[in-house]
C-alpha cells in the first residue's frame, strides 16, 4: 500500500481541459502558453551557442554570463542591485523555483499564506515541506473593479506558525496587478510579523495601460526578505524550455542553492547561454506589454459582441469573465466542459483554483495567442 505524499491531489485542471480539448478540435484558450513561434533571433543564439560546444554541465548556479544579465535587467528596472554570483541562480522553469524555495525556507509544522485564487503548483509544494497551506481569497470584483486583495483577511490569518507569504503579481488567474499601497501593506506586514516573502513575478513585462510593475524588489525592507521568481519560458515565448530564475538576498540564496544542487543540480547550457546573448538588447521584454496588451484589446472587443462580461485585466495575458447571462446558474466546471465540447473554446474554471472549490461563476480564458486563433474562438463564442 502506498502512502501518498499528495492524496489529494489529482490530474490537474489544465490536463484535463486541455485533453477535452483535443477530443473535440476545440480552441485552446485554457492551458497559458503561445501558439507563436519566438525570435528567431533567439533560437539562433540557442544554435550559436551549441555548435560553440557549450553543451556540458554550466555552474550549479547558472550560466555566469546569464546571471550577470539577470542581475543588469533587474537593476536597471527596479533599482536593486543583486549580485550574481552570491544572490542570482538559473533555475528549471518557475515551477522549480517556487518548490525549491519553499523548500528551502519552511520547515515542518510551519504556516504559509496563499492568496487565492492561485496558481495550482503553490498548496502542493508547501504541502511537500510539511507546512500547511493558509488560504486568503480576494475580494469579489465589484463596481468595475477586478479583484483586490483583502490586507485585513491576509492580517488576520498570521499566526505564531505563520514563516511565509506568497504574492504573485500580474495574478493569474485574474490579471490583477498589485499597486505601491499593496506593497506597502505587504511590506508592514511581512516586517512586523518577521516572515519571507515568496513573490511569484513570472509576468512581470506584461502590465498595461502605462502601469508599472511593482516588483517587490523595488522596495528594500521587501526585498531584504524576499525570493523574486520570473520566467524567461512566459517572457520569450519559450514555455517549452522550462528556464526562468530566483533572485534573493545572499542568506536566503544560501538556503535556496542548498535545495537546488540536490533537486536538478542546474539547467541546460546552450539555453542558457543562448538567453544570456539574447538579453543584450532590451527591447524584446520591454516591448512585450504593448504586444500583449493589443491582444487583450483584439480579443476584449471581441467578447463585448458576445454574451460574457468580461473583467479589466491590467496585466498578464489571461482573461476572466461572467457567463451567467448565458447559462445562468450553471458550475463553472460543467460551463467549461459544455463550452468545449459544444461550442469547440476551452477554458479554465476559476474555482479549480481554490482549495476547496470556489464556485464564483468566472472562467479563464487565454489570449497570449495568434489573432486567427483569437478569431476563430470568437467567431465560436459569438454563436452562444
Keep these: 500500500m502506498i502512502e501518498s505524499r499528495l492524496p489529494r491531489v489529482g490530474t490537474t485542471i489544465f490536463t484535463t481541459m486541455s485533453a477535452l480539448a483535443v477530443q473535440h478540435d476545440a480552441v485552446n484558450l485554457g492551458q497559458g502558453f503561445p501558439d507563436f513561434d519566438c525570435d528567431p533571433a533567439l533560437v539562433q543564439a540557442v544554435d550559436d551557442a551549441m555548435r560553440a560546444g557549450q553543451n556540458q554541465y554550466p555552474p550549479m548556479a547558472g550560466w555566469p554570463a546569464l546571471r550577470h544579465a539577470i542581475a543588469h535587467k533587474v537593476e536597471a528596472l527596479y533599482g536593486h542591485a543583486y549580485d550574481p554570483d552570491t544572490e542570482i541562480t538559473v533555475t528549471a522553469g518557475a515551477t522549480q523555483a517556487l518548490l525549491t524555495a519553499i523548500l528551502a525556507l519552511v520547515h515542518p509544522g510551519d504556516e504559509v499564506i496563499v492568496i487565492e485564487p492561485a496558481y495550482d503548483s503553490y498548496a502542493p509544494a508547501i504541502t511537500m515541506a510539511g507546512a500547511t497551506p493558509v488560504y486568503v481569497s480576494m475580494n469579489e470584483p465589484a463596481g468595475g ?137 532590451p527591447a524584446p521584454y520591454l516591448d512585450l506589454a504593448a504586444f500583449y496588451q493589443a491582444k487583450r484589446d483584439f480579443f476584449a472587443a471581441g467578447l463585448d459582441r458576445t454574451g460574457f462580461e468580461r473583467l479589466p485585466v491590467a496585466g498578464s495575458y489571461f482573461q476572466t469573465v461572467r457567463y451567467g447571462r448565458i447559462r445562468p446558474g450553471m458550475s463553472e466546471i460543467d460551463f467549461c466542459r459544455w463550452l468545449t465540447t459544444e461550442i469547440r473554446v476551452a477554458a479554465i474554471p476559476v474555482s479549480a483554483l481554490y482549495d476547496p472549490p470556489n464556485d464564483t461563476g468566472l472562467i479563464r480564458f487565454c489570449f497570449a495567442k495568434k489573432e486567427s486563433t483569437l478569431s476563430t474562438a470568437l467567431e465560436r463564442l459569438a454563436t452562444i
Excluded at 500580474?170 to 511590506?187: A, C, I, K, S, W
Design 145 to 281: 473593479r477586478g479583484h483586490t486583495i483583502s490586507w485585513e483577511r491576509v492580517r488576520a490569518a498570521i499566526t505564531p506558525r505563520t514563516r511565509m507569504l506568497m504574492v504573485n503579481s500580474p495574478h493569474n488567474p485574474t490579471g490583477m496587478t498589485m499597486g505601491p499601497d499593496d506593497l506597502r501593506q505587504l511590506e508592514a506586514l511581512a516586517d512586523a510579523h518577521g516572515l519571507f516573502v515568496l513573490s511569484d513575478e513570472v509576468y512581470e513585462h506584461m502590465v498595461f495601460d502605462g502601469l508599472r510593475h511593482e516588483s517587490v524588489c523595488r522596495y528594500p525592507a521587501l526585498a531584504s526578505r524576499s525570493v523574486v521568481i520570473s520566467s524567461f519560458g512566459k517572457t520569450f515565448h519559450v514555455t517549452g524550455w522550462k528556464v526562468g530564475y530566483a533572485a534573493a538576498p545572499r542568506a536566503l540564496m544560501d538556503e535556496f542553492r542548498k535545495v537546488h544542487q540536490f533537486n536538478v543540480f542546474t539547467v541546460n547550457t546552450p539555453m542558457q547561454a543562448g538567453i544570456a546573448a539574447y538579453l543584450a538588447n
